[in-house]
Nanobody
Framework: QVQLVESGGGLVQAGGSLRLSCAGSRRIFSMYDMVWYRQAPGKQRELVASITSGGSTNYADSVKGRFTISRDNTKTTVYLQMNSLKPEDTAVYYC?????WGQGTQVTVSS
């Protein structure tokens, strides 16, 4: 089954860090951009960060300098290192690649 599986969410205090992972089940994902989105309660889903198969990255202004997206050597797993977390980063985080979405992982940042 072709799928994306996120992990690494949780509850953290403001200023803390979390690392999210998104594992693709097939090598096909190595050819595609991998993208992290998030959706907070009552808000639209927004792009957080993306990385191409060649390693080029892009970030939302709200996370620049705090979040880092990367891929492993197989390029089928993408990571999101989140530092200096703020309460406004609270959301369900989803990864997307090759037209597929993962199931999401909850990140909650307490003040």
């Amino acid at each position: 089954q072709v799928q994306l599986v996120e992990s690494g969410g949780g509850l953290v205090q403001a200023g803390g860090s979390l690392r999210l992972s998104c594992a693709g089940s097939r090598r096909i994902f190595s050819m595609y951009d991998m993208v992290w989105y998030r959706q907070a309660p009552g808000k639209q889903r927004e792009l957080v960060a993306s990385i191409t198969s060649g390693g080029s990255t892009n970030y939302a202004d709200s996370v620049k300098g705090r979040f880092t997206i990367s891929r492993d050597n197989t390029k089928t797993t993408v990571y999101l290192q989140m530092n200096s977390l703020k309460p406004e980063d609270t959301a369900v985080y989803y990864c997307k690649s090759a037209g597929l979405w993962g199931q999401g992982t909850q990140v909650t940042v307490s003040s």
